[in-house]
């Protein structure tokens, strides 16, 4: 059974771009939650996805978003990117939501320069 | 308060010995919780869910479950060097917006 699947593995982008990563989930699984994790801050809830709605959100900026397709694969874009925002993403499948076991993909390594 | 707490380590077990890793969480409605490990430049990987109060056991690891007390530990028997890694508490909190919340991680060491 495949596992969670993230692209692309590593990103380097310029102060003020955008960008958008991508998720596809365990297959079965409906629920995709995003994560960030830096040293300081450790993992931190950025949104959750459910049948193609966003069900819950962190204290992020307006500047991150996400997206979930109707085959539950999900896309989370950062906007107007800062140098803060160098970070670990991760994201979870679940099959109906967090209260679920979830499992991480390898995640995208994000370097804002 | 933090939602989720744990001791963030480091923490050093020789080989072969119990290593016990310990969590506190705020929210007294949570009903969820899961214990991951962490490899360094790795994403979690998910060791033991937990729901009811009590001990799981899973090969060398335990989870414990005390809800009066808002603490979950992991037990880890034989500790072998490849268990050396972050350790990762999260608890499903439903105050507010519903989500996983993690600690900050118990770095554990085992020592050959």
């Known amino acids: 059974k495949a596992g969670v699947t993230q692209t692309p593995r590593y990103l380097i982008k310029t102060r003020g771009q955008q960008v958008t990563l991508s998720c596809s989930p365990i297959?079965?699984?409906?629920?995709v939650s995003w994560y960030q994790q830096t040293p300081g801050q450790g993992l931190q809830f950025l949104f959750e996805?459910?049948?193609?709605?966003?069900?819950n959100k962190g204290n992020f900026p307006g500047r991150f978003s996400g997206r979930q397709f109707s085959n539950s694969r999900s896309e989370m874009n950062v906007s107007t990117l800062e140098l803060g925002d160098s970070a670990l993403y991760l994201c979870?499948?679940?099959?109906?939501?967090?209260?679920?076991?979830?499992?991480f993909g390898q995640g995208t390594r994000l370097t804002v320069v | 308060q933090k939602e989720v707490e744990q001791n963030s380590g480091p923490l050093s077990v020789p080989e072969g010995a119990i290593a016990s890793l310990n969590c506190t969480y705020s929210?007294?409605?949570?009903?969820?919780f899961f214990w991951y490990r962490q490899y360094s430049g790795k994403s979690p990987e998910l060791i033991m869910s937990?729901?009811?109060?009590g001990d799981k056991e899973d090969g060398r690891f335990t989870a414990q479950l005390n809800k009066a007390s808002q603490y979950v530990s992991l037990l880890i028997r034989d500790s072998q060097p490849s268990d050396s890694a972050t350790y990762l508490c999260?608890?499903?909190?439903?105050?507010?917006?519903?989500?996983?919340?993690f600690g900050q991680g118990t770095r554990l060491t085992i020592n050959p």
């Open positions: 929210d007294r409605g949570s009903q969820s």
């Open positions: 979870a499948s679940s099959l109906t939501g967090g209260d679920t076991e979830a499992f």
């Open positions: 999260a608890a499903y909190i439903i105050q507010g917006a519903q989500k996983l919340v």
């Open positions: 297959s079965g699984h409906r629920s």
């Open positions: 937990i729901y009811s109060n």
């Open positions: 996805y459910f049948s193609e709605t966003q069900r």
